[in-house]
């Protein structure tokens, strides 16, 4: 490391400094603002880590062997879910052993706040072929299960040879309906996670590693 650099602070021990009592500004939406004007380094202590760059890594590098596996000699078409699941795609297709395309949908079912609104609409569809073919759908996280069932049937009706699902994160507690998860990355508890990739209110995707926005749960759209 040349002289003068700083020393990058690994974010575990960036979260030591994380202050309790400064969160309660998330209730107040007032922190939105001044992000704005932070770099984004200065975002790390006030997201507690659930899930670490590294080990975030890690987990990708396992799902993605077990989808080489699973889908060798197959015409597979990964079908990632727009936007939350754009960083987790990336690393994961860049892990495969197979040959896979690429697509994207494009679905919204929050609002600004923390709740599922729980009505879907369609942003932006697949232009890839489907029929006949291997489907595996990449999503951030499958929170109530509602975006997931839509999706399916969505899909199926252009008769692809099978669909699966394919999630970083799990929040089971709040599940309304049911669905089958074929490749998990991780559990998460009740609570309102950001980072890499996913979004509250469009902050945080860039963040590194997965964190949580303490004192919320998805049902408390005060959070
Ligand atoms: P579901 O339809 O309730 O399963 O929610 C699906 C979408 O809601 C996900 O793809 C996310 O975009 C969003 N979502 C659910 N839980 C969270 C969270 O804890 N943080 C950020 N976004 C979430
Ligand atoms: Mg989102």
Known sequence: MPVGMPMPTPPNQRLENHRPGRHNAWKEGGIVPKLKNLPPN???????CLFSAEEIDRRIGELAQEISRDYSNSDLVVVGVLKGAWIFMADLVRRLTIPVHCDFVRVSSY????????QIRLELDVTTEIRGRRVLIVEDIVDTGITSNWLLEHLKRRRPR???????????????CQVTIHYTGFLVPNQF????GIDWNEHYRQLPYVGYLPDTTSDDPSG
């Open 42 to 48: 200065d975002l790390v202590p006030k997201v507690p």
């Open 111 to 118: 609002g600004s706040g923390t709740t599922s609104s729980g």
């Open 162 to 176: 099978d669909v699966r699902f394919c999630c970083l994160l799990d929040k089971p507690s709040r599940r309304e």
């Open 193 to 196: 996670v950001v980072g890499y």
